[in-house]
């Protein structure tokens, strides 16, 4: 793999991804990080000054109007051979559960860091994930040619939801996966393909203390599984491990 984009990188998921990419035997030549404030992220830019091949770039992926700008940034780094592997990680989750806790604005707000970004970043992207596909003609769909993958979580599966509430959380990513979906049927015939990822309960501020996996084993996990990619997963829903999981 010539190059991956993770967004959301500053901690969590999105700064242990970036080190699991960086601990493989083969790292990406390019591995581009963002995050909204690059002066706060201390521990992505101690890993920037140890790797050369870490590019961490500041980005408010609320500000969409920002994105062509960003990826003039990007396609600065990459050049001709574009942009192997689009991750779209970066989200959040309001603390309200319950309907009668729910708010219009956690609603709102969450749906545009969780599932509209992450659309108008991957359209925004699309020549350079384009210009990838077409450097790599040899080779399977895949990362080695051009990939989306979008983070998205087991409590955005209808089919799995036995406990209800989390109504700002659930519903976006909910959406996320049937963007996803979309987007592997859009793209499949310029060779890009797009999977859903869950990370699994994890124990970040977002997943908290009683869950049962650790940063590394969840990234670790995604990472591989990432790299494994094909044909048959695409449009998928998967989770850390690989696994298949019902919409």
């Known amino acids: 793999m010539n190059s991956i984009l993770v967004t959301g990188c500053n901690r969590g998921l999105g700064l242990g991804l970036i080190k699991s990419f960086l601990n493989l035997s083969s790292p990406p030549r390019h591995i581009i990080a963002t995050c909204r404030n690059i002066q706060q992220a201390e ?3 101690s890993l920037g000054k140890q790797h050369s091949n870490l590019h961490i770039l500041q980005i408010d992926l609320k500000d969409v109007d920002k994105y ?3 990826v003039q940034e990007v396609e600065a780094i990459v050049r001709d051979n574009g942009l192997n592997v689009l991750f779209n990680n ?3 989750s309001p603390k309200s559960t319950r309907l009668n806790f729910v708010k219009s604005e956690d609603l709102i707000d969450t749906f545009v860091t969780n599932t509209v970004a992450p659309i108008m970043l991957t359209k925004a992207f699309v020549p350079l ?3 990838a596909a077409e450097a790599n003609p040899s080779a399977p769909m895949g990362p080695l040619k051009a990939c989306v993958v979008n983070m998205s979580s087991i409590l955005g ?5 036995t406990d209800g509430g989390l109504y700002a959380y659930r519903t976006s990513k909910a959406a996320l996966n049937a963007a996803t979906k979309s987007m592997s049927l859009d793209l499949k015939p310029n060779q890009i393909m797009a999977v859903a990822l869950h990370p699994g309960w994890v124990r970040t501020d977002m997943g908290g203390s009683k869950a049962p996996l650790s940063v590394d084993e969840s990234c670790d996990g995604m990472v591989q599984t990432v790299m494994q990619l094909s044909e048959k997963h ?3 829903f998967l989770q850390y491990d690989g696994k298949e999981l019902p919409w």
């Open 43 to 45: 521990e992505l830019n």
């Open 68 to 70: 062509d700008q960003f």
């Open 90 to 92: 970066a989200g959040v």
């Open 129 to 131: 994930l384009k210009k």
């Open 157 to 161: 599966s209808i089919a799995a939801n």
């Open 234 to 236: 695409n449009g998928g």
